[in-house]
């Protein structure tokens, strides 16, 4: 067995040993092609096979209704950013957003160079420590679609239930949380998440979008930046990224294998709940800054008493094989970010490990 250690990491992050190892053992000579995947044609039927499975993969575990269409982009999640006001506003239809952190910010600053925005509702007074309620925004009558982020990797914070656009576009940035729990497609006419947290390598983004919506989509775009482009040719307009489409089927596949997504939803709700158990039974000593209902499933944060105790923690566990807990740079503490390939023995060590910390240094 090969060594390895809990990775914590927000994104690249953790995958499936399975599906690492079965693209080792085939790297070299694919199925007896005598040539690696990356060394051959993509408009082969060895790449063909990958491709279209990949994508009835991604309709099966995801339970994508035909309503919707599957496209795989480069550029990750950042390029969506820029992508979806591209296409999606069109005349003077305005692109709304619910501003949840840092994620929803950086499409905000995309968007604002290509039309107008509005800010239906901001979590910046309260540092980003919630998502909205329904009642709390009002949709306008001239808006081109509703933006959200459905996990915010960064604070922590993830919508429970996906927000109510109405007859509006609902689009949401769901990178970090994509393929951990069933989706409601009724209410979702773009999805998008950059591959690096629950679907493979980076650099590659799934975009799922209804096809009432695409059609509306502008047409004076350059090629690679409509996503008429890449749905007219199934994606593969151009050469996609192959490895990085064949790990996301190798990936897709385990999560089929495992049960699908009732089954990743509830191995996060078994994983992020022995985190935040130990923290609520810590006395405050361990704090979870953010909003007990927006807590997010695949990335908890919290602190400790002070930074030095946090820089401590964090030194400590990598030794203790915990790598990945330090808080992103802008928010600082401590987070441990907990996609679908986490085993819940990770979790439940890592609990261990913090309450056998306090005991210590409290
Ligand atoms: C990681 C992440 C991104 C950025 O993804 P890239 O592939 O690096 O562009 C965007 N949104 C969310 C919610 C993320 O977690």
Known sequence: M????????????????????????????????GMSLIEMSHRGKHYDTVHYEAIAGIREVLAVPDSHDILFIQGGATLQFGMVPLNLMTGDKT????????????????????GPTRILWTGETENFTRMPANDEYQVGDNAAYVYI?????IGGIEYHAYPDSGAVPLVADMSSHVMSRPIEWRKLD???????????PAGLALVIIHKTLLEKCRDDLPAYLSYKTHAAK?????????????????TVDWVQFQGGLAEMEKRALARSGALYDTIDRSDGWYRCPVDRASRSRM?????????ELEAKFIAEALEANFSGLKGH????????SMYNAMPLEG???????????????A
């Open 347 to 361: 979790a439940e060590k890592l609990a261990e490990f913090m309450r056998g910390f306090k005991q210590i240094n």
């Open 2 to 33: 090969p060594t390895r250690i809990f990775n914590f990491s927000a994104g690249p992050c953790t995958l499936p040993l399975s599906a690492l190892q079965k693209a080792q053992a085939e790297f070299v000579d694919y199925q007896g092609a």
């Open 329 to 336: 740079r802008s928010v600082g503490g401590c987070r441990a």
């Open 234 to 250: 199934d994606s593969l307009y151009n050469t996609p990224p192959v490895f990085a489409i064949y790990m996301m089927k190798l």
């Open 95 to 114: 692109a709304e957003f619910l501003n949840t952190g840092t994620w929803v910010k950086k499409a905000i600053v995309d968007a604002e160079k290509l």
């Open 299 to 307: 990335n908890v944060c919290f602190r400790l008493p002070t930074e």
């Open 149 to 153: 982020c459905g996990n915010e990797t």
């Open 190 to 200: 773009l999805a998008f998440a950059g591959a690096q947290k629950n679907l493979g």
